[in-house]
C-alpha cells in the first residue's frame, strides 16, 4: 500500500479511536421519582441506588425527591405527562393505584413478575394487593405494621400494661392523666394520622368487609355501625386523651413527646422507628391496636410501598432492571432494616430489633390485611373526610355533624349506596 494511503487509513483508525470509547462509555438515563418523609428514609434511597448503579454502570440514575404532600398533590400530572412521564416511581398499593392502572397510566409488568418468579417469592396477600385484575402493576418493596407504640420506662413506672382491650386503655389513660401526663401523642396536621383512628376503630368494631365496603361507597356514613365508631372515639375526645393543639402539629413535632415521657401513647405506622433517637429505642414498644369485639377477627392496617414503571416511561428496559433490583432479598432485607419496615419478600426472614420483632408480631397476629384509609378510598372523598375526622377529634364537631358531613361527601363522590347484604365476617 502506497505510504499516503497508510497515512490516510492510520488517520482515520486514531480519529475513530475517541469516538469508538466514547460510545462505549455513553450511559442510559434512568429517572426515578421517590416520595420521602425525612433525612433518614432519603439517605437510604440515596444508598439503594448508587448501589444499583455500581452493578450496572450503563445506567445513569437521575433521581428527584419530593416531600409527601407535594408528592402526592403531583403524581397524576406526572403520570398524563407523556413523554415526560419518569420511568421509576414509587407509590401505594390500594384504590389509587388501581385507578392509575385501569387508566392506562402503568406499563404492566407481567413478564418481569415471570421472569423473576415473583409468584412464589411473595406471599398471596402481598400478590393481591399489588395486582389489578390478576395482572401485577409493579413490585412491593415493603409494608409495615401499625400499631400503638408506647413509652416502657413509664409504663413500668407507673404499673401499667400496654393496653389489650378497649376498656384497658381507657383506664392506661385515666392514670396518666392523674399524673399529668398526656395519654396519646397526636400531630393531625396531616389528616391521615386521624384518619388511623377511624381506620382502627371501625376495623375493630365492624370487621374488615364493612370496612372496605364502606370505603368503596357502599355503605352510608350515617349507619349505626359508623356512629358507633363515632361514639366510641368520643369517649377519648372528651376525656382530653389527645395532645393538646394536635391539629397545627406535625407528627413528627409530637414524637418526642412520647419517648420524653410527657405522652403514655401514640398511633403510628412502622415509618416511624428512624425518627426516634438511637437512644430511646430500646425504651419504645409496640403492640396491637385493643381488641373491641371478641367475635370478630383482628384486622390491620399493613400499607404495602411499591414501585412501578409508568406507561410513558422513556427507557423502560432500565426501568425493569431497577424493579427486579428491588425485589431481591438482599435489597429487600437491607432496606427494611434501615426504615424499620418488613420485607415482603418470604427469603427474608428474621428480626434486626425488638420494634422490628414486635411490628412483626402484629402483622403475624392478623386475620386480614387493609391498606389505609386515604389509599383505600377516592381523594375526592378522602381528603375533605380527614379535615372531619381532625375537626372531630380537636372536639370541633360533634357525631351528629361528622357523620352528615361524611355521608354528603360520600354520596356526591359514589352516589347511592349499593344494598347488597354485607356478608358475615
Known amino acids: 500500500m502506497p505510504v499516503g494511503r497508510c497515512t490516510a487509513a492510520l488517520l482515520i483508525i486514531?480519529?475513530?479511536?475517541?469516538?469508538?470509547?466514547?460510545?462505549?462509555?455513553?450511559?442510559?438515563?434512568?429517572?426515578?421519582?421517590?416520595m420521602v418523609s425525612g433525612g433518614e428514609q432519603r439517605q437510604v434511597y440515596m444508598e439503594l441506588l448508587r448501589t444499583f448503579e455500581a452493578q450496572?454502570?450503563?445506567?445513569?440514575?437521575?433521581?428527584?425527591?419530593?416531600?409527601?404532600?407535594?408528592?402526592?398533590?403531583?403524581i397524576e400530572g406526572w403520570l398524563t405527562g407523556g413523554s415526560q412521564a419518569p420511568d421509576v416511581?414509587?407509590?401505594?398499593?390500594?384504590?389509587?393505584?388501581?385507578?392509575?392502572?385501569?387508566?392506562?397510566?402503568?406499563?404492566?409488568?407481567?413478564?418481569?413478575?415471570?421472569?423473576?418468579?415473583?409468584?412464589?417469592?411473595?406471599?398471596?396477600?402481598?400478590?393481591?394487593?399489588?395486582?389489578?385484575?390478576?395482572?401485577?402493576?409493579?413490585?412491593?418493596?415493603?409494608?409495615?405494621?401499625?400499631?400503638?407504640?408506647?413509652?416502657?420506662?413509664?409504663?413500668?413506672?407507673l404499673g401499667l400494661n400496654p393496653p389489650a382491650t378497649w376498656d384497658a386503655l381507657l383506664e392506661a389513660g385515666k392514670r396518666l392523666k392523674a399524673e399529668g401526663i398526656t395519654p396519646v401523642a397526636v400531630g393531625t396536621k396531616a389528616g391521615w394520622t386521624a384518619a388511623a383512628w377511624f381506620d382502627y376503630l371501625n376495623l375493630r368494631l365492624n370487621g374488615l368487609a364493612f370496612h372496605e365496603r364502606l370505603m368503596r361507597g357502599e355503605v352510608p356514613f350515617d349507619d349505626d355501625r359508623v356512629r358507633a365508631v363515632f361514639e366510641h372515639w368520643q369517649q377519648l375526645v372528651k376525656g382530653d386523651f389527645f395532645l393538646q393543639g394536635h391539629a397545627g402539629m406535625s407528627w413528627r413535632n409530637a414524637l418526642p413527646f412520647l419517648y420524653?415521657?410527657?405522652?403514655?401513647?401514640?398511633?403510628?405506622?412502622?415509618?416511624?422507628?428512624?425518627?426516634?433517637?438511637?437512644?430511646?429505642?430500646?425504651?419504645?414498644?409496640?403492640?396491637?391496636?385493643p381488641?373491641?369485639?371478641?367475635?370478630?377477627?383482628?384486622?390491620?392496617?399493613?400499607?404495602?410501598?411499591?414501585?412501578?414503571?409508568?406507561?410513558?416511561?422513556?427507557?423502560?428496559?432500565?426501568a425493569e432492571t431497577l424493579l427486579a433490583y428491588m425485589g431481591e432479598p438482599e435489597t429487600q432485607a437491607w432496606f427494611n432494616h434501615r426504615l424499620g419496615t418488613t420485607a415482603p419478600n418470604l427469603n427474608v426472614t428474621g428480626y434486626q430489633d425488638s420494634?422490628?420483632?414486635?411490628?412483626?408480631?402484629?402483622?403475624?397476629?392478623?386475620?386480614?390485611?387493609?391498606?389505609f384509609f386515604d389509599r383505600n378510598t377516592p381523594r375526592t372523598l378522602s381528603n375533605p373526610a380527614m379535615e372531619v375526622f381532625v375537626d372531630f377529634m380537636a372536639g370541633d364537631m360533634d357525631v351528629d355533624r361528622a357523620l352528615s358531613r361524611l355521608e354528603r361527601l360520600r354520596a356526591t363522590v359514589f352516589g347511592s349506596p349499593a344494598e347488597e347484604p354485607l356478608v358475615a365476617e
Open 14 to 34: 486514531i480519529l475513530t479511536l475517541p469516538v469508538l470509547a466514547i460510545a462505549k462509555t455513553v450511559r442510559e438515563p434512568l429517572d426515578v421519582v421517590l
Open 56 to 74: 450496572h454502570p450503563h445506567l445513569d440514575v437521575r433521581h428527584r425527591e419530593y416531600e409527601q404532600e407535594d408528592y402526592k398533590a403531583n
Open 89 to 157: 416511581m414509587f407509590w401505594f398499593a390500594g384504590h389509587l393505584m388501581n385507578d392509575f392502572y385501569s387508566k392506562g397510566l402503568i406499563r404492566p409488568v407481567g413478564d418481569l413478575w415471570q421472569a423473576q418468579n415473583w409468584d412464589t417469592a411473595f406471599p398471596e396477600g402481598i400478590r393481591r394487593v399489588v395486582s389489578f385484575a390478576g395482572q401485577p402493576m409493579g413490585v412491593p418493596i415493603a409494608y409495615y405494621h401499625w400499631g400503638l407504640y408506647y413509652n416502657k420506662a413509664l409504663f413500668q413506672r
Open 260 to 289: 420524653r415521657g410527657h405522652a403514655g401513647m401514640m398511633l403510628m405506622g412502622g415509618f416511624v422507628k428512624p425518627q426516634f433517637p438511637d437512644s430511646v429505642l430500646d425504651n419504645i414498644g409496640v403492640v396491637r391496636f
Open 291 to 318: 381488641l373491641l369485639q371478641s367475635n370478630l377477627g383482628v384486622y390491620e392496617n399493613a400499607p404495602t410501598d411499591m414501585f412501578f414503571i409508568p406507561a410513558g416511561a422513556d427507557n423502560p428496559e432500565g
Open 355 to 371: 420494634i422490628d420483632e414486635q411490628g412483626g408480631k402484629v402483622l403475624a397476629g392478623a386475620d386480614g390485611y387493609s391498606q
